[in-house]
């Protein structure tokens, strides 16, 4: 971590950034991401659910024992996969690396031949297996995993000590063990052993069973009783400190167990402690901690973020901002989990929002508005980019900070500022406890679903153009007042052509003699024309003073327009090649205002008594441009697109 400096927005700041050499001015990169594998080899990234040469299995337990040396990049293991079959099959097909031996197969206690056919497959014969038909395999394997990204098995000494870890999200976990590499399927049950030198500590999902000492090995035996996706199962050892908290909620009490490189410990028991109130608070949210029964916890590993392994996230930087992500993960990734990686922004955009909602409610609030506006800056500090991948088997784009992680987390908080927080709320619990979706996979259809049904009507409106479309609108808002009557004439522009027009609720907050009034109202057209009751002599208007759209340019100002109604324009040539253009406009007193897409004033003049004047556009690149008249007789936009001669 940088060190923090003492004004407000700069602790914000660089709680958020991290010392890993990023240089874009908002670093989602290392903020809120969890490790994601970013450069694996394409020939494992098969979308969506599932590698079309593996066999669909119903995994109910696996038994895992892995002989570990941290000082060693190397693996050796002995895995049983028990479960049905769910579809008739004459063989067994899983996922394990090429790179890894192995050395025998086991199908119900017998040894069987098995076939390596590339692609990272071991197919295991099964003849005539029958839907449903119940399978026990048992395989023994060995080799060093391949190095992909920033997992998928890591190997990297901490002050000189040997430590060792695992991440496999989101298509890693087949590098370093075999299993059914999807998101169709979690495993209901997991007894992992680690076995390795006895001066290190071995970590896992679940709750310590045993451990037992064997001379100079120990085994640490653990044991994880809640369904969880192949890609959250992980291992990490080295020579941890470990201590113990506990939150208390409604619900009950939660034990943290943390497992700490001696020389952070210090440092370390002081930045778990500050999250501890997180724990109540999305209880009340959202519900039990997901994983009550067990615990929950950090493991320190060699990376700068964090990933949120199912009951013990794995971390680096260790502080409020990561902690609190990797903690959301547990109700949004853990329990329910993304249904393709397509829908990944479920996980992502839903943890990032959590730890907005830790800022808001918790250390006073005094780090909620500094979040919304650097999460909002960030976000539109590039004009476009859509929340869902156009291509999942690109890493970086699936895993893209700007917008998995920062402007899904903005949708989310436009969503609730749509339906209103006890909707949002009780909706968002609706979604969480849903029996089909429940320690499972959702997809955004179900998600969606659950806001509808709470909301009353649909929001294919909302979730179109935030989802699959692009960018964001720029408001720019021009007010009058004749006796208790405000004006209000609100133009948008948006940042990318792919959304013209982002429909949506716009707060307005009014200033008179020092007293807030606030109102809102259905932006439906750029243009449109409001008016509220309000006494004469305001002292100021604002547009969504508090963020609950995502825009990066927000102007308004007293037009002292006497007129309620809008004027016609007329441009020529439209398009327009040359370096000028006519505007026709009434005989009156007006500002003119030349406008990119973004809400950017390029020139403003003023005329007096022109029916037509002429626009220089020297300098302007190709791109639609607005017009905007305000005028004695009233105020009018209009577009025009500006080309290149050839």
């Excluded at 449903?132 to 395999?137: C, D, K, M, R, V």
């Excluded at 990066?552 to 090649?577: C, F, H, M, T, W």
């Excluded at 791109?623 to 936009?637: F, K, N, P, Q, T």
Aim: proline share 5%; net charge negative.
């Amino acid at each position: 971590m940088k060190k923090l400096t003492l004004t407000i927005a700069t602790i914000f700041i660089n709680l958020i950034i991290m010392a890993q050499g990023i240089h874009r001015p908002f670093v989602l990169s290392e903020i809120e991401t969890e490790a994601k594998s970013k450069s694996k080899v394409a020939r494992l990234m098969v979308d969506d659910n599932m590698r079309k040469s593996t066999t669909p299995l119903d995994v109910d337990w696996v038994k895992a024992y892995w002989y570990l040396d941290p000082s060693i990049r190397y693996i050796k293991g002995d895995v049983s996969l028990t479960g049905k079959v769910l579809q008739a099959t004459n063989s067994i097909s899983l996922s394990l690396s090429d790179s890894l031996t192995v050395d025998s197969v086991y199908l119900a206690d017998n040894r069987v031949e098995f076939v390596r056919p590339g692609l990272d497959i071991i197919e295991i014969p099964a003849l005539g297996m029958q839907v449903s038909q119940e399978f026990n395999i048992r395989i023994f394997y060995q080799g060093i995993p391949p190095s992909t990204g920033f997992g998928s098995f890591g190997v990297e000494p901490h002050e000189g000590v040997p430590a060792l870890w695992t991440l496999s999200q989101p298509y890693g976990a087949s590098d370093w063990w075999p299993c059914q590499n999807t998101l169709t399927d979690k495993i209901d049950s997991l007894d992992v052993y680690l076995i390795g030198p006895a001066q290190y500590v071995g970590v896992s999902n679940g709750l310590l069973a045993d451990t037992i000492r064997h001379g100079d090995s120990m085994q640490w035996h653990w044991k994880h009783r809640y369904p969880i996706a192949t890609y959250l199962v992980a291992i990490a050892m080295t020579n941890y400190s470990i201590y113990e908290e506990n939150a208390q909620t409604l619900s009950g009490n939660v034990l943290i167990q943390n497992f700490m490189y001696p020389e952070n410990l210090e440092s370390s028991m002081v930045e778990t402690a500050g999250i501890l109130g997180a724990y109540p608070m999305l209880d009340s949210l959202f519900g039990t901690y997901p994983f009550i029964k067990e615990k929950y916890g950090h493991a320190q590993f060699g990376w700068g973020g964090g990933m949120e392994h199912q009951t013990v996230t794995f971390i680096g930087g260790i502080n409020f901002h990561i902690m609190s992500h990797e903690l959301g993960h547990m109700w949004f990734g853990d329990m329910v989990t993304c249904g393709r990686w397509y829908d990944l922004w479920l996980n992502e955009g839903w943890a990032s929002y959590v730890t907005g909602l830790c800022y808001e409610n918790l250390i006073n609030g005094i780090y909620w508005e500094p979040w919304k506006q650097i999460v909002s800056d960030g976000i539109t500090k590039e004009p476009g980019g859509r929340v869902f991948p156009l291509d999942t088997l690109n890493v970086p784009v699936l895993f893209d900070s700007r917008l998995t992680y920062a402007k899904a987390s903005y949708v989310i908080h436009m969503l609730r500022g749509v339906i209103g927080d006890s909707t949002f709320f009780a909706a968002t619990r609706s979604y969480l406890s849903d029996a089909e979706l429940q320690y499972g996979f959702a997809r955004t259809e179900a998600f969606i679903k659950h806001m509808e049904e709470a909301y009353g009507s649909s929001l294919e409106w909302f979730f179109e153009p935030w989802l699959e479309g692009e960018g964001f609108p720029n408001y720019q808002g021009y007010y009058f007042q004749q006796g208790d009557s405000l004006t209000l004439d609100l133009f948008q522009t948006t940042s990318h052509v792919s959304v013209p027009f982002f429909r949506m609720p716009v707060p307005i907050r009014v200033w008179k003699d020092g007293v807030a009034t606030d109102f809102k109202f259905w932006h439906e057209k750029s243009g449109q024309r409001v008016s509220f009751y309000m006494p004469s002599g305001i002292d100021s208007l604002s547009i969504d003073p508090d963020r609950w759209i995502l825009w990066r340019e927000n102007s308004v100002q007293a037009s002292g327009i006497a007129e309620d109604k809008l004027v016609k324009l007329i441009v020529y040539p439209n398009p327009v090649s040359d370096n000028s253009i006519t505007l026709l406009i009434p005989n009156d007193k007006a500002d003119i205002y030349l406008v990119d897409q973004s809400g950017v004033v390029i020139r403003h003049f003023s005329v007096c008594n022109k029916t037509q004047v002429e626009i220089a556009l020297e300098g302007l690149s190709s791109g639609i441009y607005l017009i905007r008249y305000l005028g004695e007789s009233g105020s009018g936009v209009s577009k025009f697109m500006k080309i290149l001669k050839d």
